[in-house]
């Protein structure tokens, strides 16, 4: 790699991490011009970047606005970068996620990390927004065939339809991981209700994920 | 459960001080550990049996742990001394005694429990007009004769369109059933009570000179009673208790997620124990003032929607889950003694009325007392507690919300965090050169210069004061961040994450230190966020940019310092001078109703007047909320706040 091309993975990284998207527009517009590959731009440079602000967001030294303010720089990025991906080097993709806020709650902040989290790894995400019926997350599963299906509660009240999603996600596909998350919901919660994975926040979401992942696919091997 | 070098959650009922400790640990040493503090008086000689606490059997949602007795050592025979077997049946346990062998929710009942709440709802003094719906008429009546054998309640009828020019008038059924005796024993001299001027809901013979009425504030964690004179307003009695349904959980959400996981009796039990506590309210309220439970001839009640639902034995399930409808909206008139309220049998219970899902009678009552529905002045009204109510508006319009603070405004979920109880620092300055830290505890007089109390923990106003003078130190930056490289021994890494040490463990009544943590900044951060975008939102509705002045109702809004909370930004800028604390307005609410009845029918009205906004249903609702995060904002000015403080970034 030559010398050039690392300093320019570097200042996506680091606007990324300085949610500067003035800085993260210039870098990869550059990227472009010096010939650097536009996949390996966005996977070493700003995915790499907001893996780091993951990680200052779990130790809590970022906060929720940080944690935004890096997403945005980052799709400025990615709205560069895109249109240039070549055709074959796009990777493998990690796997699909379908994401959403449980039946009668509203609250989606948190929801909304976690998505941009899983876009940032890889995964293909389809969000069903807030206060979804329980079978929407079942059809949407069964519709996209997506690996996770991810679901978030804010409220101990909504917390219990929690259960009876996981048991009804189950039924129709019993080789779906299903990963619970919100602030009323703990790993206690997680495992009571019968999901095989508990995102404590939005910077562990994506490690717990791919554990995950990686279970239920040694567990399906013959 | 012979694992002894497991760790077991456990829970202490009502504080909510929880964590993990060793199996085998006594129930009475994990309070110490956790900062729950039973009571013992013979020092864990297991003779005092004065640490009687009991194990809840089931499994919590709110900490997903399942409790129950198999989770402790066996009971022993030293118990049984101070427990009884009715006791014993519900679980009682002396805390000395009993080890930890699992998941515990554990309650500690109010005698067992060090540092009393200090209940901090006391009535504001308020001018209020008199016209109660409960009145006294006293009459003198002609004896019946052969020639004139009218029924008693005929003639008592006749008589009251005579002198009152009241009628048709009801009676109540046990009122009835004493009329004609107490007409006999009076000599045809009897008192009247007339509720709403319509029915007699009392008699007694002679002349009686007082009627009394009782007004309850229905908190979740505080019950606040007023028992006040009807004749002539005056406020007799205040009595407070911890709501005794803190036990099936200490939150509005926990509370209906007991009823929805209870199915076979969980609401009743909630109702319940409320009534219970209620009945043992009325009883010291009427006893400290030499009168009986049977002088109280109405009850009013505020509360959040949930309390209000289950004090009327009504499912609060729909309450908990979008679209969060009430059952009902319009203010109800019961008898109490349909409650199972012990007063007078004929008593009426005038429950005040509710605005939307999770603005509820105590709002109403806040508005009622306030009236910002007379001024012109844009007024913000603010009541905070688990959930932040938000009002405002003026004479034209007036719109409300409710905000999801969390409970970390009120010392839940702080690491240091406590009740307001004696030993919690309420205030706290931070010497921005040496960072060397003032607090003022409550409880603690000074005198002869001698502390009366030492420090425990954090109670709500002191996370306020102690997060804004950190930033003001500049021990924190705006985004809550702690700075990097600053050098003090009050700063230090515990698991590799800052915080900052308020008091030191030798200068503590607990042993530990008292910090706030890195993690406590970001939950006070989400909590004023919240309430500040919900200010925001509403004033953007409204179409106005600033408010003219802001109320802050409840009791925790009386004890914070409103210029550390506006440095924080937990509301809006607002010229100085012009943000206040009127104490327990909606106590004060139910005050007004109980005695004045037209301000029911004004309470009715406004409830359905206020227009209830869904924040989350706002447009950019996640933008508004993150900015706010930021101390005291991302790009939000304050001017006032700025030119009092000379601070850089407000202005």
């Given at each position: 790699?030559t010398?050039?091309?690392?300093?320019?993975?570097?200042?996506l990284?680091?606007?990324?991490i300085?949610?500067?998207?003035?800085?993260?527009?210039?870098?990869?517009?550059?990227?472009?011009?010096?010939?650097?590959?536009?996949?390996e731009?966005?996977?070493?440079?700003?995915?790499?970047?907001?893996?780091?602000?993951g990680?200052?967001?779990?130790?809590?030294e970022?906060?929720?606005?940080?944690?935004?303010m890096?997403a945005?720089a980052m799709?400025v990025?990615?709205?560069v970068?895109?249109?240039?991906?070549?055709?074959?080097?796009?990777?493998?993709?990690?796997g699909?996620?379908?994401?959403?806020t449980?039946?009668?709650?509203v609250?989606d902040?948190?929801?909304?990390?976690?998505?941009i989290?899983?876009?940032?790894?890889?995964?293909?995400?389809?969000?069903l927004?807030?206060?979804?019926?329980l079978?929407?997350?079942?059809?949407?599963?069964?519709?996209?065939d997506?690996?996770?299906?991810a679901?978030?509660?804010?409220?101990?009240?909504?917390?219990?339809?929690?259960?009876?999603?996981?048991?009804?996600i189950?039924?129709?596909n019993p080789?779906?991981a299903i990963?619970?998350?919100?602030?009323?919901?703990?790993?206690?919660?997680?495992s009571?209700?019968?999901?095989?994975?508990?995102?404590?926040?939005?910077?562990?979401?994506?490690?717990?994920?791919l554990?995950?992942?990686?279970?239920l696919?040694?567990?399906?091997?013959? | 459960m012979?694992?002894?070098e497991?760790?077991w959650?456990?829970?202490?009922?009502?504080?909510?001080?929880?964590?993990?400790?060793?199996a085998?640990t006594?129930i009475l040493?994990?309070?110490r550990?956790?900062?729950?503090?039973?009571?013992?008086?013979?020092?864990e000689?297991?003779i005092?049996?004065?640490?009687?606490?009991r194990?809840?059997?089931?499994f919590?949602?709110?900490y997903?742990?399942?409790?129950?007795?198999?989770?402790t050592s066996?009971?022993?025979e030293?118990?049984?001394?101070?427990?009884?077997?009715?006791?014993?049946?519900?679980?009682?346990?002396?805390g000395?005694?009993?080890?930890?062998e699992?998941?515990?929710?554990v309650?500690v009942?109010?005698?067992s429990r060090t540092?009393?709440?200090?209940?901090?709802k006391?009535?504001?003094?308020?001018?209020?007009?008199?016209?109660?719906?409960?009145?006294?008429c006293y009459?003198?009546?002609?004896?019946?004769?052969?020639?004139?054998?009218v029924a008693?309640?005929d003639?008592v009828?006749?008589?009251?369109?005579?002198?009152?020019?009241?009628?048709?008038?009801?009676?109540d059924?046990?009122?009835?059933?004493?009329?004609?005796?107490?007409?006999?024993?009076g000599?045809?001299?009897?008192?009247?009570?007339l509720?709403q001027d319509s029915?007699?809901?009392?008699?007694w013979p002679?002349?009686?000179e007082?009627?009394y009425g009782?007004a309850?504030?229905?908190?979740t964690t505080?019950?606040?009673?007023?028992l006040?004179?009807?004749?002539?307003?005056?406020?007799?009695a205040t009595d407070?208790?911890?709501n005794?349904?803190?036990?099936?959980?200490?939150?509005?959400m926990s509370?209906?997620?007991?009823?929805?996981?209870?199915?076979?009796g969980?609401?009743?039990?909630?109702?319940?124990?409320?009534i219970?506590?209620?009945?043992k309210?009325?009883?010291n309220?009427a006893?400290?003032?030499?009168?009986?439970?049977?002088?109280?001839?109405?009850?009013?009640?505020?509360?959040?929607?949930?309390?209000h639902h289950?004090?009327l034995?009504?499912?609060?399930?729909y309450?908990?889950?979008a679209?969060?409808?009430?059952?009902?909206?319009?203010?109800?008139?019961?008898k109490a003694?349909?409650l199972?309220l012990?007063?007078?049998?004929?008593?009426?219970?005038?429950?005040?009325?509710i605005?939307?899902?999770?603005?509820g009678a105590?709002?109403?009552?806040?508005?009622?007392a306030?009236?910002?529905y007379n001024?012109?002045?844009?007024i913000?009204?603010v009541?905070?507690?688990?959930?932040?109510?938000?009002?405002?508006?003026?004479?034209?319009r007036?719109?409300?919300?409710?905000c999801?603070?969390?409970?970390?405004l009120?010392?839940?979920h702080?690491?240091?965090?406590?009740?307001?109880?004696?030993?919690?620092?309420?205030r706290?300055?931070?010497?921005?050169?040496?960072?060397?830290?003032?607090?003022?505890?409550?409880?603690d007089?000074?005198?002869?210069?001698?502390r009366?109390v030492?420090?425990?923990?954090?109670?709500?106003s002191?996370i306020i004061?102690?997060?804004a003078?950190?930033?003001?130190a500049?021990v924190?930056?705006r985004?809550?961040r702690?700075?990097?490289?600053?050098?003090?021994?009050?700063?230090?890494a515990?698991?590799g994450?800052?915080?900052?040490i308020?008091?030191?463990?030798?200068?503590t009544?607990?042993?530990?230190?008292?910090?706030v943590?890195?993690?406590d900044?970001r939950?006070v951060?989400?909590?004023?966020?919240?309430l500040?975008?919900?200010?925001r939102?509403?004033?953007?509705?409204?179409?106005?940019?600033r408010?003219?002045?802001?109320?802050l109702?409840?009791a925790?809004?009386s004890?914070?310092?409103t210029?550390e909370?506006?440095?924080?930004?937990l509301?809006?800028d607002?010229?100085?001078?012009?943000i206040?604390?009127?104490?327990?307005?909606?106590g004060?609410?139910?005050?007004?109703?109980?005695l004045?009845r037209?301000?029911?029918?004004e309470?009715?009205?406004?409830?359905r007047?206020?227009?209830?906004?869904?924040l989350?249903l706002?447009?950019?609702?996640q933008?508004?909320?993150v900015?706010?995060?930021?101390?005291?904002h991302?790009?939000?000015?304050?001017?006032?706040?700025?030119?009092?403080?000379?601070m850089?970034?407000a202005a």
């Open positions: 790699m010398q050039q091309k690392q300093a320019i993975l570097d200042r990284k680091q606007g990324v300085d949610y500067d998207e003035e800085a993260v527009k210039e870098a990869a517009q550059e990227a472009l011009e010096e010939g650097v590959d536009a996949y731009a966005i996977m070493d440079g700003l995915s790499a970047g907001m893996g780091v602000v990680d200052l967001y779990e130790k809590k970022y906060f929720v606005p940080e944690l935004l890096s945005d799709y990025g990615l709205d970068l895109r249109p240039h991906i070549k055709e074959g080097s796009r990777g493998e993709r990690k699909q996620v379908v994401i959403g449980v039946q009668g709650d609250h902040v948190g929801k909304n990390l976690i998505k989290m899983f876009e940032v790894a890889g995964f293909t995400v389809h969000d927004g807030r206060d979804v019926p079978e929407k997350f079942v059809e949407e599963q069964m519709k996209t997506a690996d996770i299906v679901i978030s509660a804010m409220m101990t009240t909504t917390m219990m339809g929690m259960q009876k999603a996981v048991e009804m189950r039924q129709r080789n779906v990963m619970l998350g919100g602030a009323p919901v703990t790993q206690e919660v997680a009571l209700f019968g999901a095989d994975g508990y995102a404590e926040s939005a910077g562990n979401a994506v490690q717990e994920a554990k995950m992942l990686k279970n696919r040694e567990m399906r091997k013959p | 012979a694992d002894k497991a760790r959650q456990i829970v202490f009922q009502p504080s909510g001080r929880r964590g993990r400790v060793k085998g006594t040493e994990a309070s550990g956790l900062g729950a503090e039973i009571e013992t008086v013979c020092g000689k297991r005092c049996g004065k640490c009687k606490v194990i809840e059997t089931g919590f949602e709110r997903g742990i399942t409790s129950g007795p198999s989770h066996p009971f022993t030293e118990e049984s001394k101070h427990i009884s077997a009715q006791e014993k049946e519900q679980g009682y346990r002396l000395c005694v009993a080890r930890i699992g998941p515990l929710v309650f009942p109010e005698e540092g009393k709440q200090v209940i901090r006391a009535a504001t003094q308020r001018a209020i007009d008199l016209h109660p719906a409960v009145r006294l009459l003198e009546l002609e004896a019946p004769t052969l020639s004139d054998p008693d309640l003639r009828r006749r008589k009251l369109s005579l002198e009152y020019g009241l009628e048709p008038v009801t009676i059924y046990a009122a009835l059933r004493e009329l004609s005796d107490a007409l006999r024993r000599g045809w001299k009897v008192t009247l009570a509720w029915e007699i809901i009392a008699v002679g002349r009686v007082h009627g009782l309850v504030d229905i908190g505080t019950v606040a009673a007023y006040c004179n009807l004749g002539n307003g005056e406020l007799v407070s208790m911890m005794p349904q803190v036990a099936m959980g200490e939150d509005v509370r209906i997620t007991y009823a929805m996981s209870h199915r076979e969980g609401l009743g039990r909630m109702q319940g124990a409320l219970d506590g209620l009945n309210l009325i009883r309220v006893r400290s003032s030499k009168l009986t439970p049977r002088d109280i001839l109405e009850v009013t009640f505020v509360g959040n929607t949930a309390m289950i004090l034995g009504i499912d609060p399930e309450l908990g889950v679209p969060f409808t009430p059952a009902v909206h319009g203010s109800l008139d019961v003694r349909d199972g012990q007063v007078h049998p004929g008593a009426s219970a005038h429950i005040l009325p605005e939307a899902g999770f603005v105590d709002n109403v009552g806040v508005l009622i306030e009236e910002p001024q012109d002045e844009i913000l009204i009541d905070i507690g688990t959930n932040g109510e938000l009002v405002l508006g003026n004479r034209h007036l719109l409300s919300t409710s999801a603070t969390g409970p970390a009120e010392g839940a702080i690491k240091s965090g406590m009740r307001a109880a004696p030993g919690a620092i309420e706290v300055r931070i010497d921005p050169q040496t960072y060397e830290v003032g607090c003022r505890l409550i409880g007089e000074h005198r002869r210069g001698r009366a030492r420090p425990r923990g954090l109670c709500g002191g004061d102690a997060v003078e950190l930033y003001r500049g924190i930056d985004t809550g702690f700075r990097k490289g600053l050098s003090s021994a009050r700063l230090v515990v698991d994450r800052p915080e900052f308020l008091a030191h463990a030798e200068e009544a607990i042993g530990r230190d008292i910090t943590s890195q993690e900044v939950n951060q989400l909590a004023k966020a919240a500040y975008a919900g200010a939102l509403l004033m953007r509705r409204l179409g106005v940019d408010v003219d002045r802001v109320v109702a409840g925790f809004g004890y914070i310092d210029e909370a506006q440095v924080l930004g509301f809006p607002c010229p100085p001078g012009r206040y604390a009127v104490g327990n307005a909606a004060d609410g139910a005050r007004i109703a109980l004045n037209h301000k029911r029918r309470a009715e009205e406004v409830a007047r206020v227009e209830y906004v869904e989350t706002e447009p950019d609702f933008r508004y909320f900015e706010a995060m930021y101390i005291p991302m790009v939000d000015k304050f001017p006032h706040l700025g030119a009092l403080l000379g850089e970034g």
